[in-house]
């Protein structure tokens, strides 16, 4: 049986660094591998339907769909989560105590659809009563050596206009411009030490690991898509890409607690690995809808009550039909 030759485009982790690496593999599937960074596989996708299969952006991924213009259907594989209480930065001389007092600011982000920014939005209403309407918005270009972002989509009854063309996000904090901005890494004025800004949650590990534990939710970054004609095409291979993709998690998932030969540079990762199991579950990086419900679910209200989607997405519509029951081997 010939194999059917695939363009897939996706970032390096462990998660996916086994398959690109040729450790495991796709059944019935030769893949050629683009690595890049992640703005330029997302720009490139949307735009350009560059790859068979990639990985996305789960919020735009949200928004093309619900407006019937994505050019691709969802694989419930997420090469990507994080907690997002730690992206948010604020300017020491505001008079910003609390997540509340952030009501009427202005407050700088990348792009108002990125995902980060949803989920930091998401946790502010949820947690603490601060919608993403009782914000105002400025966004553009991270730092100088971020891309132009891209705005794909004009919010719902949100204030959100751009920055000049020549300034940067990082540098409107460090100046005073913004009050606050929201970034999925570090501003360099922050690594650097600017004495007039910090983290909003300082402690944010504790706070995060107080979030997962109590609303079951490791937040969802990214999904894989496949180009919505092959998935017609070929219905039958959107499996086989699942589980490819589940084989290279667990081989770097069953390596994480290893003691004789650390797999990571983490000289307490088999520690770190426990704790983790403890608070959030022992397949806490799971694929699948339906292990993943609660927390598909949240992005879509977020998605809606933010005025990025018209209306409230349900996490059916995201995936293709043969793999909405797919659930992957449990990861012991």
Known sequence: MSKTDLTI???????????????VDIADVDASFVTAPLEEIFARAFDEQAFDVTELSFSNFMYLTA???????????????????????????????????????????????????????????????VRAQDIR???GRADHKDSLPIARMLPRDVELEP?????????MLRDGEIDAMVAYKPPPLFVEGHPQVRRLFEDYAAV??????RTGIFPIMHLMGVRRELALEKPDLLAKICAGFDASRRYSFERLAESQALSTMLPWGAKDVGAA??????NF??????????????????????????????PEELFAEQVLDWVPEATG
């Open 9 to 23: 485009a996706v970032g390096i982790n462990d998660r996916t660094l086994p398959l690109v690496a040729r450790l």
């Open 67 to 129: 407006m019937e213009e994505s050019p691709y259907v969802g694989l419930p594989v997420f090469p990507s989560r994080s907690f997002r209480h730690s992206a948010i930065y604020i300017r020491t001389d505001r008079d910003i105590k609390s997540p509340r007092d952030l009501a009427g600011r202005l407050v700088g982000v990348r792009e108002y659809s990125m995902t980060a920014a949803l989920v930091a939005r998401g946790v502010l209403e949820d947690e603490y009563g």
């Open 137 to 139: 918005w400025r966004y």
């Open 163 to 171: 920055i000049d063309a020549d300034r940067t996000l990082s540098d």
């Open 208 to 213: 995060e690991m107080d979030y997962g534990r």
């Open 277 to 282: 199991k403890a608070l959030l579950g022992e």
């Open 285 to 314: 990086w799971g694929y699948g809808l339906p292990p993943n419900r609660l927390a598909i679910e949240a992005l879509c209200r977020y998605s809606f009550a933010q005025g990025i989607t018209p209306r409230l997405v349900a």
